[in-house]
């Protein structure tokens, strides 16, 4: 039902940056939050931020102040800006879309994952 585009990972060094982007596309009726998760191999997925359809944001402890999350409602498309980078960044961040198809059925679509690579 929902499409993603993800892109904007890659390698960089330790205080760096990197904005990754991800697109949702489909059949949305509308969007109730976006997010962007996480995973280090050996580690759980974790909430990195998530922003609401009214503008609300929340940010894990360990990025707050160094991450921003955005959102541009007319392209349907939300951003994460990474700086300061370290190397326990390092990890496939993924995109997570809560939308609504129609007016009352809602659908939660995980991206297919971008790679970040922080190191010297």
């Known amino acids: 039902q929902v499409q993603l585009v993800e892109s904007g990972g890659g390698l960089v060094q330790p205080g760096g940056s990197l904005r990754l982007s991800c697109a949702a596309s489909?059949?949305?009726?509308?969007?109730?939050?976006m997010a962007w998760y996480r995973q280090a191999p050996g580690k759980q997925r974790e909430l990195v931020a998530r922003?609401?359809?009214?503008?609300?944001?929340n940010y894990a402890d360990s990025v707050k102040g160094r991450f921003t999350i955005s959102r541009d409602n007319a392209k349907n498309t939300v951003y994460l800006q990474l700086n300061s980078l370290k190397p326990e960044d390092t990890a496939v961040y993924y995109c997570?879309?809560?939308?609504?198809?129609?007016?009352?059925?809602?659908?939660?679509?995980w991206g297919q994952g971008t790679q970040v690579i922080v190191s010297s």
């Open positions: 489909g059949s949305i009726f509308s969007i109730n939050y």
């Open positions: 997570n879309v809560d939308a609504f198809v129609s007016a009352l059925r809602r659908f939660n679509y």
């Open positions: 922003i609401t359809d009214s503008g609300s944001t």
